[in-house]
């Protein structure tokens, strides 16, 4: 894939949306991103970027941060989801992994699961979607009965995907889900993100490990300030000259010296 | 043994009656981690409830708790859809302060509406006993039993199996996760108001019923019935029906025995003794005999 799909095939598509919490902050300064259907789009950025803010906004999950929508607009396979609840998000499709995992620690793997299919009725499916997770992570299967929280910490970031799956989604956020994580347990999870994709799931992949999310997917943005403020293909962001420098620590001629340092910050402001 | 036989049927009876109370303490604990000084209040006006549907309305007296514990239930929901939910995100402390207003708002609602003289309940059980051996045991004291046990059962299973239940302690561990994997806290919420006044009905009417009468003091028990809450553990069914037992064989152990044995510790004492146990209690186990330890990984 050369360039982000057009509008009607993209199922998650945000136009210039704006973000601002408690009325005042401005958060997200008109952001506007694709994922075509099907495809694992990447999202980097700093800390503070307001990469988990565009999922939150995308999710419902705002108004529980006091933060609001003023301006733009999120579409989920061509209808509209803007200012949605989750409940109802999570209905038409779109399950989100949170950063941090959050897995409900004081209940068992099981329970966990079953309370991430709360949206669902039907039995039968849950069942097939349980035995899908399960064979997806056999370590769960192994640690069923077990409390969420004694697990590791690989071990509960696949229980918070585990918990998500079970809405069945069509299109899946993860927010960092590589925080925190041994270099195996990354690989791991790598691995996983390409499985459920292949599987039929649309991803979005919102990363500080720009290695690891560009290294799968299709489509890349970065994010700054509250903007995109660079987009292309996976491949193309991992041989970009900025990208390297500045989210892959490759640099042209070795370590930098402090004087380098003004060049940085002039360089980094790609928007400006 | 006789004695001791029949104080310990009659300190069983009372624990279940403490139980009744606090196992809707525990489900709005545990659901939305308020302490629900109000539930003194939902027991009172269950009781009133019941009284109303079964004298005025004329209906017989075993469909008359259902339907009262439906009304009784349509009102917690009511009040959390009001009140409570307003408060979420404030500060427990300013939350457990709205609880307390509303237990007088109830209280002067029910004597406003019933008056404040004893009523007789009506209920079929009255003074009735039968003897096992020597010992009395009263009917009325059976059914509390029965009926504990039974909510508390159900509590069990609704909690560890039910899709609604595995829900609530999700909500209660971590809203906002919760809220993002679809569950709707507000169902949550207004569900586990809903089944405190529910349960909180059978406790009012069994405490008005057996001969003692319905009067707005039984919305006191529910103070009563808090060591045995944080005795058993604040979020745990099985922990209040326990600590309820414990609560109701102290009181009336003591009741029984103290004055013949250390008299010098005065009149009443009986009802300084679940503190004492509590205390102890808490030293040993700060969340409880039953209650949830925080997880944590070393």
């Known amino acids: ?272 | 043994m006789t004695d001791f036989l029949q104080l310990s049927f009659a300190g069983l009876a009372l624990g279940a009656l403490y139980a009744l109370v606090a196992l809707g303490f525990v489900i709005i604990y545990k659901a939305t981690g308020v302490i629900n000084f109000a539930q003194g209040g939902l027991v009172l006006l269950g009781g009133y409830l019941t009284y109303n549907v079964h004298h005025t309305w004329g209906v017989p007296f075993y469909l008359s708790i259902p339907v009262a514990m439906i009304l009784c239930g349509m009102v917690g929901a009511a009040v959390e859809r009001v009140v409570l939910r307003r408060m979420v995100g404030q500060p427990v402390f300013a939350v457990i302060m709205v609880t307390i207003g509303l237990l007088f708002v109830i209280e002067q609602v029910v004597t406003g509406t019933w008056g404040f003289n004893r009523l007789n309940m009506g209920d079929p059980w009255g003074i009735k006993k039968f003897t096992v051996g020597d010992v009395q045991l009263s009917v009325v004291n059976l059914w509390t039993i029965m009926l504990a046990a039974l909510v508390m059962a159900g509590f069990f299973l609704f909690f560890r199996y039910s899709r609604l239940g595995v829900a609530m302690r999700a909500t209660a561990f971590d809203q906002e996760a919760a809220i993002a994997n679809g569950i709707s806290a507000r169902r949550v919420f207004a569900l586990s108001w809903a089944i405190a006044g529910a349960v909180a009905t059978l406790a009012g009417v069994m405490l008005a019923s057996g001969g003692s009468g319905l009067s707005p003091e039984i919305e006191f028990v529910a103070l009563l019935a808090f060591p045995a809450i944080i005795l058993g553990g604040l979020d745990s069914p099985a922990g209040a029906v326990l600590g309820g037992v414990i609560i109701g064989l102290t009181q009336t152990l003591t009741a029984g025995y103290q004055p013949r044995y250390a008299d010098w510790l005065g009149n009443g004492f009986s009802s300084v003794m679940p503190y004492v146990v509590m205390i102890v209690i808490l030293l040993i186990r700060p969340y409880g005999l039953f209650g949830t330890k925080e997880v944590r990984r070393v």
């Not at chain 1, 095939?9 to 973000?19: N, S």
């Not at chain 1, 640690?143 to 929280?149: E, L, N, Y």
């Not at chain 1, 910490?153 to 925190?180: F, H, K, N, V």
């Not at chain 1, 900025?242 to 490759?250: A, M, N, S, T």
């Open chain 1, 1 to 272: 894939m050369t360039s982000p799909a057009p509008e009607t095939q993209a199922i998650l598509a945000v136009h210039g949306l704006e973000v601002v919490y408690s009325d005042v902050i401005l958060v997200l300064r008109g952001v506007s991103l694709d994922v075509p259907r099907g495809a694992i789009v990447a999202l980097l950025g700093a800390n503070g970027a307001g990469k988990t803010t565009l999922l939150r906004a995308i999710t419902g999950l705002l108004r529980v941060h006091r933060g609001a929508i003023t301006k733009g607009t999120v579409q989920f396979d061509g209808s509209s989801i803007t200012g949605l609840d989750p409940a109802a998000v999570v209905r038409k499709g779109m399950s989100q992994v949170m950063e941090g995992r959050r897995v409900f620690a004081e209940l068992t793997v099981d329970e966990n699961l079953k309370a991430g299919g709360f949206t669902r009725r039907d039995k039968a499916e849950l069942r097939d979607s349980y035995d899908r997770v399960m064979t997806l992570f056999p370590k769960l299967q192994d640690r069923h009965k077990q409390t969420a929280g004694y697990l590791s910490g690989g071990e509960q970031q696949m229980l918070a995907i585990g918990r998500a799956l079970m809405q069945s989604p069509r299109l899946l956020l993860l927010d960092e889900p590589s925080l925190g994580l041994a270099p195996l347990i990354v690989e791991q999870i790598r691995e996983i993100v390409v499985d459920i994709n292949s599987q039929g799931t649309s991803v979005l992949l919102v990363e500080q490990n720009a290695t690891m999310a560009l290294s799968i997917a299709d489509y890349g943005y970065v994010m700054e300030n509250g903007r995109v403020v660079k987009d292309g293909p996976g491949q193309e962001l991992l041989n970009d000259k900025d990208i390297q420098e500045f989210y892959l620590g490759v640099g042209e001629a070795g370590r930098k010296s402090f004087r380098d340092v003004k060049t940085y910050r002039r360089r980094k402001r790609w928007s400006a």
